[in-house]
């Protein structure tokens, strides 16, 4: 059985820095592109960013401006979200989804319960 | 990059059917059959319903069915039952590298 488990979130000032993990099981971890999405209180789903299984290649919404970084760490099946200059817009519950198939990241099969980060002003 | 659109709610009565479309451009929908479906049951993490325009993830009932035309997609739940009530979204890949998800559509079952 798949299981995703995000920690690492909770309050931080704007301007502020926080990263979030994700810790897997259940899968070849290295196989499979993840993603995080975001959404923000009663809002819908936004996507933040997916990389590639290998670690190597990384894809970010556009509107992060390269506040973020995503990575992974195959030996520890680990997922990673550093987040820089937080605004309060940032305010949301982030989720770290495994992608369903080997070849793309375009859907997420498997979603963790989800963490909030706060951002105040 | 803007979101796709769906209507903010839907409802229709047990048994029924409904549909709930998600409209895109030629960049995205109209473009790429990489379009996906969520379903949100409050206070929980999204589902995968619907992938690749028209497939089934293992373990999702066939009540739920996803096309498209031009640059919209739609989904429909036949057959509705009480707990089918939740939100939904549509996703769709876009020129380029992102990843772009709809407003999402609230259905009420009457």
């Known amino acids: 059985e798949v299981q995703l488990l995000e920690s690492g979130g909770g309050l931080v000032q704007r301007g502020g820095s926080l990263r979030l993990s994700c810790a897997a099981s259940?899968?070849?971890?290295?196989?499979?592109?993840m993603t995080w999405v975001r959404q923000a209180p009663g809002k819908g789903l936004e996507w933040v960013s997916s990389i590639r299984g290998g670690g190597a290649i990384a894809y970010y919404a556009d509107s992060l401006k390269g506040r973020f970084i995503i990575s992974r760490d195959n030996s520890k099946n680990m997922l990673s979200l550093e987040m820089n200059n937080l605004r309060a817009e940032d305010t949301a519950v982030y989720y770290c989804a495994k992608v369903r198939d080997t070849g793309g990241y375009y859907e997420y099969d498997s979603w963790g319960q989800g963490i909030l980060v706060t951002v105040s002003s | 990059q803007s979101a796709l659109t769906q209507p903010a709610s839907v409802s229709g009565s047990p048994g029924q059917s409904i549909t709930i479309p998600c409209t895109g451009t030629s960049n995205d929908v109209g473009t790429y059959n990489l379009v996906s479906w969520y379903q949100q049951h409050p206070g929980k993490a999204p589902k995968l319903i619907i992938y690749?325009?028209?497939k089934w993830p293992s373990g999702v009932s066939t009540r739920f069915s996803g096309s498209k035309s031009g640059n919209t997609a739609s989904l429909t739940i036949s057959g509705l039952q009480a707990e089918d009530e939740a939100d939904y979204y549509c996703s769709s890949a876009e020129s380029g590298t992102q990843i772009l998800f709809g407003g999402g559509t609230k259905l009420t079952v009457l």
């Open positions: 259940g899968f070849t971890f290295s196989t499979y592109a």
């Open positions: 690749q325009v028209t």
